[in-house]
């Protein structure tokens, strides 16, 4: 067992697969509030001690504009058209067509993924996981927005020192390894309750690529991010993240690598870990963020942490949500 700084105990990864039946890995059941997940690891205690973060009073909005993966990665996601209209020479209103609500910078939500061998997070109904129930929808972090501690972790500037840039042309998958070295090499010390913010450089690359290039990346199916393994997953429970990102396409590689140990676990999703966090841990995803400007600043001031607010969309019942990311440093 492991304990939370505001002294909630909580079973171990080791130990979560002990549980009984569908419960093996999972979470399901173990915070107050059920439909919240990981972010449950922050309390009022965690949000104050964070503000210990802020030291030169600089803001970096951490969302990309709407419209900026088109063409993106994502088969079916479009950039939304935005309609401005009049009704007399005073007044201007607008709206939005086809908006895609994880077209761009995100954060994915619970019901955003159902375990194949499990279900949706702790045990929730498939036929309440639709349009207008609230079950596991966005709304219940934006109603109770998540802020807190968020360290960023380098992960580009990392390899770049050491003259092996990470190659997001092959879509390179990125392991737990990486990360612990990269951490080590920030002095990076973890807390729990920490938003953890993976800078790989993918999303500046991408973005500036010609768009024929993007097309072609996109039909390659190929994309830099976390290779899939067990260890990873239980690395991020056993440290208590609350939340989970990166300036990636999916936060994992796509596809997943040949040896991912989610294979029968996840075949519907080809062996990814999606459903390992979202479903089964309740670790909500952020993919897409914008994290270069905050990664540069931070090289320079030698400080890795920030206070992170994330306040998605209030819609009932939404499966995930622009993240609308704030880091004050």
């Not at 105990?9 to 009984?20: G, I, K, M």
């Amino acid at each position: 067992m492991t304990d939370t700084r505001d002294g909630t105990t909580y079973p171990t990864y080791a130990e979560l697969q002990q549980r009984e039946g569908k419960l093996a890995g999972t979470s399901w059941g173990l915070f107050p509030e059920p439909g919240r997940g990981t972010p449950s690891f922050i309390g009022p205690d965690t949000v104050m001690r964070a503000r210990d973060c802020i030291r030169t009073g600089t803001v970096f909005g951490l969302d990309y504009p709407a419209d900026a993966f088109d063409p993106g990665m994502s088969l079916k996601r479009r950039a939304p058209r935005h309609t401005i209209y009049s009704s007399h020479p005073a007044h201007r209103d607008d709206y939005l067509d086809g908006y895609y609500l994880q077209g761009s910078t995100q954060i994915d939500g619970l019901r955003h993924r159902r375990a194949d061998d499990a279900g949706f997070y702790n045990g929730t109904p498939d036929d309440r996981i639709i349009e207008g129930t609230p079950d596991l929808g966005v709304q219940e972090w934006a109603e109770h927005p998540i802020a807190g501690r968020g360290i960023l972790v380098d992960l580009a500037g990392y390899r770049d020192r050491l003259g092996e840039p990470i190659n997001h042309a092959d879509g390179e998958p990125l392991g737990l390894e990486l990360v612990q070295q990269t951490l080590a090499s920030q002095s990076l010390t973890l807390q729990p309750g920490d938003i953890l913010m993976l800078h790989t450089g993918w999303c500046e690359w991408f973005l500036g690529l010609a768009p024929d290039e993007k097309q072609r990346i996109r039909d390659s199916r190929k994309a830099t991010g976390i290779a899939q393994a067990q260890g990873f997953v239980g690395w991020a429970w056993d440290n208590r993240f609350a939340v989970i990102a990166a300036d990636n396409f999916a936060f994992e590689c796509l596809p997943a690598v040949q040896g991912s140990p989610f294979r029968e676990s996840a075949p519907n999703d080809d062996g990814m870990m999606h459903q390992q966090l979202l479903a089964k841990l309740g670790m909500p995803l952020g993919e897409l963020w914008k994290l270069g400007p905050l990664a540069r600043h931070m090289r320079g001031t030698g400080r890795w942490d920030a206070f992170i607010s994330i306040k998605p969309l209030n819609i009932t019942g939404g499966t995930g949500s622009p993240a609308n990311a704030t880091a004050i440093t």
